[in-house]
T-cell receptor, first 117, second 114 residues
């Protein structure tokens, strides 16, 4: 079965410092990879996605992620964080459709990013 | 344009009761998915509907059911509620159910079972 592991449950960081949120997935087949952000009391919003092509993907709000097939990782990075980046971040994968049809997006448990002044 | 809207935003039910949650997708989106997000965890896939047909089902008991209407809105029904059903229920829509499609999420319905 597919799974997504977010290696850090919480990441505290000072404002304007760089940050990396780590994500590993288990899959022997090609998957599509996503990062979503969830602000308090809100739904999830897409930050970026990797479907194919360049392994470095740029998203909104200055975030980027690098797909590493050999390490089955899709780590999220930002060179300089702001207080407003404080939120929960979820890595997700969508494996190929099974014979029974339908795509199932599998989410990691989330990483809570705390940006301190 | 309106995003994905869910109703109600909050709900308190008693064990054993039934609940219906509602979702209106973004205009033009024909695929709706439902997720359960327990506090401190990531969303867990429950159902995906497309063109009024179930296209995917997660590992949830038969107490959970859903349907999609001709206008592409959707309902999630949960029977015989358990305390463990307390969670944030998220609805997401996309134009089609493709593997690489971005899911647009609503703000969710917070269900508390007492």
């Amino acid at each position: 079965a597919q799974s997504v592991t977010q290696l850090d449950s919480q990441v505290p960081v000072f404002e304007e410092a760089p940050v990396e949120l780590r994500c590993n997935y288990s899959s022997s087949v090609s998957v599509y990879l996503f990062w979503y952000v969830q602000y308090p009391n809100q739904g999830l919003q897409l930050l970026l996605k990797y479907l194919s092509g360049s392994t470095l993907v740029k998203g909104i709000n200055g975030f980027e992620a690098e797909f590493n097939k050999s390490q089955t990782s899709f780590h999220l990075r930002k060179p300089s964080v702001h207080i407003s980046d404080t939120a929960e971040y979820f890595c997700a994968v969508t494996p190929p459709r099974p014979n029974t049809g339908g795509f199932k997006t599998i989410f990691g448990a989330g990483t809570r990013l705390f940006v301190k002044a | 344009d309106a995003g994905v809207t869910q109703s109600p935003t909050h709900l308190i039910k008693t064990r054993g009761q039934h609940v219906t949650l509602r979702c209106s997708p973004i205009s033009g989106h024909k695929s709706v998915s439902w997720y359960q997000q327990v506090l401190g965890q990531g969303p867990q896939f429950i159902f995906q509907y497309y063109e009024k047909e179930e296209r995917g089902r997660g590992n949830f008991p038969d107490r959970f059911s859903a349907r999609q209407f001709p206008n592409y809105s959707s309902e999630l029904n949960v029977n015989a509620l358990l305390l463990g059903d307390s969670a944030l229920y998220l609805c997401a829509s996309s134009p089609t159910p493709g593997q690489g499609q971005e899911a647009f999420f609503g703000q969710g319905t917070r269900l508390t079972v007492v």
